[in-house]
């Protein structure tokens, strides 16, 4: 499951604009939820399987919903929920 001729990180979020992703490589990965007025950052390491099918079809877009992102508006959501 290399991921050979991608630069990482890779972001992406869903298109309700409620998670985003930065997929900082092909076992890892951090994730904001956004809940109501606040948000959770989670960061998740893939050490099985489904996790890491989750990782493949972020970076293939092949869940409908799914679109890319930028670093961006991921940094932004970072400071403006100041999560760390």
């Known amino acids: ?9 890779q972001y ?9 992703y930065c997929i900082k490589n092909d076992r890892e ?8 007025q606040s948000a959770q ?3 998740i390491v ?5 996790e890491m099918l989750r ?6 877009l092949s869940m409908e919903g ?10 932004q959501l970072l400071k403006h929920y100041a999560l760390s």
């Open 66 to 75: 799914y679109l890319t992102s930028t670093r961006d508006e991921y940094e």
């Open 12 to 20: 992406r979020k869903l298109s309700n604009n409620k998670v985003f």
């Open 55 to 60: 990782i493949q079809d972020l970076l293939n």
């Open 1 to 9: 499951m290399e991921n050979k001729g991608i630069d990482f990180p």
């Open 46 to 50: 893939a050490k099985q399987y489904p």
């Open 29 to 36: 990965f951090e994730e904001i939820q956004i809940i109501g």
């Open 41 to 43: 950052l989670h960061r």
